[in-house]
């Protein structure tokens, strides 16, 4: 059933990009160029050894600068297509002048003036007698019809061929539009759809989820089988081996623009016998070079695009509502097209040369070497990107990331130089947003922390002891009105590394006569935030002075989710994903009382008792958190129960705990364990519960149970922020509940909203 909808997904998805490439070719402009009959005949005529041509000079110098040249073509022009010949003309003055010749070649009426009548120049079979290297010709020739038409094709099908890479490069970027309206047009319907609810029981039928219109339907099956399931339906933040799983939204974006830059590779070509270019080679020929400038010239406009998608200030990421998650996934995708592309132009150039085992001559050109350096480099990014890497390595992977991206970004500088800069704008583009984004970065670390230049801001503890997530208190130099969802990169300046920054979410917050204190709660890994911990331990132990240090902020970013418009809230956290949850339960807590009944749960499960302790005394405090309830499960792997938390508690907050299993009565993982929803327990009475348990709840059953509690029309927003397994857990248990069977409900009724600690 699964992989049947994610097939149909995506074959809708393939054959909705076919007539995009066929619309894409249509709208190619083929109106017919001045240029074509000048160039036809002089395509034609450089096949032809004219006794007058002077070698030593340049390819066009020596044509310019030889008369028989000059008269043949000007005579084959008045034979063939006089009434353009002049427009083609001006290309030749244009480029005398541009290269310093300029005067030397008499204008194209003054040719005609001086050339001998056109029936006393001999028409010649260009193809046949004038290419033979032993016939030097020293009177003027007109190449016969045949050869005319052919050096015509060959223009019109390069002239085809270049708008076709261009075009199909700037459909990528068309592409982009539509997603970017998408996520704009997704964003506006979410808020309206949040803004506009109306509470109402629907009295006629009493159903949870409202009416079942044919839009509600759709809807709910857009919800269901696209906007909310991981790709294959179960795992998104696990990922698959070394591969991260897109959500199905994503897939489908992503399947969509991968396709297109394939079928756009495969189509369009044209190739013909006595191709003026290349009259000794076969079709394959020009098939390959076609294929090669194609992926090339598509290979660039790839790179703004995959800049574009991976820039912490972006513009995309500001109109769309877009996770930096989400984006990044693009972006890597965005990356592999382009450097397939690199990699097949690169394949294709060096096949088409090693024809004539000419490499060596080409070796030596600067733009050949540079773009062989260039596709190695680009595809080096790929074994320094892989997930491995960057969980054991991060540090090394953003430094050889970085670095390798402004070698390739130099060397393809180097690479098209020889187009005379008609290929930088797409560098610069890379360069423009990346400038944007790291001045942005400069700007925010001024803006909070421009008073901490000298001297301390921050403080850090360890909440519970030795072990536990680190609590860091950092002093902003302004004011700031904080939002749920945001979160900050930190930087210590002193550090031997002062460059080095991470991300974590703001939990809480507290304004103060001088600037705002954001409080931070984060899980000590192995690299930054292992070097805090042992800072912190030392000064538990005496060694070192005080916990006092400079942090740098940079922030805020990430969006936050408009649960507090639903009725019913759910938020879910695991272990240090708590942080992510604060400031919604503050909000919620803070904003004026809405007018519909409002019930909000947080579900905690947690292993470690200690900072459980630490984080219910103080920021989940029942002075903090009346009206909502709170429900603690204390999973076994460290052997904690519930008991243990409750004893680390201060005794006004123990004196709140409703433990009916504080002993720890057996973990609880089937919903068939859960305790009964008693009548006026789970009852949203306004006063809220604070709950401990030992055990885990299965995430079944915790939305089943809030689903529960829906009445009439309300609506239920779900919240994650947890270990990745939790999460595809909490995210599948959603998913599954949208459609029309026994205890599912209408796409609106329920929104699930996750949270990420990693991308
Ligand atoms: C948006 C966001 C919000 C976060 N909020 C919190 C939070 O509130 N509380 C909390 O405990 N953790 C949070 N994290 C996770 C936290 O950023 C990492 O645990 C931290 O960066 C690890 O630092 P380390 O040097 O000790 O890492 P290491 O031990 O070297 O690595 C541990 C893991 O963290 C990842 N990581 C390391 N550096 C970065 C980085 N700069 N950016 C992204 N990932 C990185 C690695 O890939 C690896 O998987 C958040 C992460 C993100 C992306
Ligand atoms: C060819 O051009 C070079 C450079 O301008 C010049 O020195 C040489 O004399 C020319 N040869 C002939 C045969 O005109
Ligand atoms: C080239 O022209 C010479 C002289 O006209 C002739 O002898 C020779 O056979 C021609 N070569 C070919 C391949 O046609
Ligand atoms: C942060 O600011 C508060 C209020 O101004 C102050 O009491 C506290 O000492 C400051 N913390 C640090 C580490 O400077």
């Known amino acids: ?56 000079l340049g390819y066009y110098e020596s044509k310019i600068a030889s008369p028989l040249y000059v008269t043949s073509v000007v005579a084959c022009m008045q034979t063939y297509c006089a009434a353009n010949a002049i427009p083609g003309w001006d290309y030749v003055l244009k480029y005398a002048a541009e290269n310093g010749a300029e005067g030397l070649v008499p204008s194209y009426n003054d040719i005609v003036k001086k050339l001998p009548p056109l029936s006393s120049i001999p028409v010649i079979d260009v193809e046949t007698i004038g290419k033979n290297e032993s016939n030097m010709y020293h009177y003027p020739v007109i190449p016969n019809q045949e050869n005319f038409d052919h050096g015509k094709e060959t223009e019109i099908w390069w002239d085809m061929e270049m708008i076709q890479h261009h075009a199909y490069g700037w459909s990528m970027y068309i592409l982009l539009g539509l ?99 290349w009259p000794t080679e076969p079709q394959s020929f020009q098939l390959w070079r076609y294929v090669a400038d194609r992926t090339g010239i598509m290979a660039f406009y790839n790179l703004p695009l995959l800049w574009i998608l991976a820039g912490r200030n972006d513009i995309l990421i500001w109109v769309t509502g877009w996770t930096y998650q989400s984006c990044n996934i693009f972006h890597r995708w965005a990356a592999r097209v382009a450097i397939v592309q690199a990699i097949v132009h690169s394949a294709a150039y060096t096949w088409l040369e090693l024809r004539h085992e000419k490499y060596s001559e080409f070796w030596a050109e600067e733009y050949w070497r540079m773009g062989v350096f260039a596709t190695v480099c680009m595809c080096l990014l790929i074994p320094f990107s892989l997930k491995p890497v960057r969980e054991k390595a991060y540090e090394f992977f953003l430094i050889m990331h970085i670095l390798l991206a402004v070698v390739v970004l130099v060397m393809l500088w180097y690479h098209v130089k020889i187009f005379d800069g008609s290929y930088n704008p797409w560098l610069w583009a890379c360069v423009g947003i990346w400038a944007f984004d790291r001045l942005l970065r400069i700007v925010r670390i001024t803006v909070l922390s421009f008073r901490t230049a000298t001297g301390q801001n921050t403080v850090a503890t360890m909440t519970g002891g030795s072990e536990g997530l680190i609590r860091m208190s950092i002093n902003s130099s302004v004011r700031i ?3 749920p969802g945001s979160y900050y990169f930190l930087y210590s300046p002193r550090s031997i590394k002062p460059w080095e920054n991470h991300p974590f979410t703001l939990g809480s917050w507290e304004q103060t006569d001088a600037g705002t204190t954001l409080h931070f709660l984060f899980a000590p890994q192995a690299g930054w935030t292992r070097s805090i911990q042992k800072r912190i331990a030392k000064v538990n132990e005496g060694v070192a002075p005080s916990t006092s240090m400079r942090v740098l902020l940079e922030g805020p970013y990430g969006h936050d989710h408009p649960v507090t418009s639903y009725e019913n809230i759910l938020l879910v956290a695991g272990g240090s994903g708590i942080t992510a949850l604060l400031p919604y339960v503050f909000a919620l807590q803070n904003e004026p009382a809405p007018r519909h009944a409002r019930h909000v749960t947080v579900v905690w499960v947690v292993r470690n008792a200690h900072y459980a302790a630490d984080v219910l005394a103080r920021e989940l405090a029942p002075k903090h958190t009346a009206g909502i309830d709170i429900q603690v499960y204390v999973s076994r792997e460290e052997g904690a129960t519930a008991s ?13 705990v409703e433990s009916d299993d504080g002993s720890g009565s057996g973990p609880q993982e089937s919903p068939s364990q859960e305790k009964p929803v008693g009548k006026g327990e789970d009852d949203s009475d306004g006063e809220g519960h604070l709950r401990i348990r030992s055990g885990r709840p299965t995430m079944e059953a915790l939305v089943a149970r809030s689903m529960s509690q829906l009445v009439g029309a309300e609506r239920l927003a779900v919240l994650g922020c947890g270990p990745a397994g939790m999460m595809d857990d909490l995210r599948r248990a959603v998913s599954t509940r949208y459609g029309s069977g026994e205890g599912q409900v209408s796409g609106s009724t329920i929104e699930y909203f996750e949270e990420a600690f990693m991308w």
């Open 1 to 56: 059933m699964r992989t049947t909808t994610t097939t149909t997904v995506l074959s809708l998805a393939a054959l909705a990009a076919a007539p995009l490439a066929l619309a894409a070719e249509k709208v190619i402009d083929v109106r017919p160029r001045p240029t074509w009959c000048f160039f036809g005949c002089d395509d034609v005529l450089s096949a032809i050894h004219f006794v007058d041509k002077n070698d030593t």
């Open 644 to 656: 243990d938390v409750i004893d680390g508690l201060p005794t006004e907050v123990a004196a709140e």
């Open 179 to 277: 997603m970017v309206a998408f996520g704009i047009a997704n964003r506006l319907f979410t808020l309206y759809v949040a803004r506009s609810h109306k509470y109402t029981v629907d009295a006629e039928s009493g159903a949870v989820g409202g009416k079942r219109g044919p839009m509600t339907s759709a809807y709910t099956w857009y919800r269901a089988k696209i906007s909310t399931p991981a790709l294959l339906g179960y795992r998104h933040l696990q990922p698959w081996g070394w591969i991260s799983i897109p959500t199905r939204i994503q897939a489908i974006a992503i399947a969509f623009y991968v396709l297109l830059n394939f079928i756009f590779t495969l189509v369009g070509y044209h190739t013909f016998d006595h191709h003026a270019y």
């Open 481 to 483: 009105n904080p939002k």
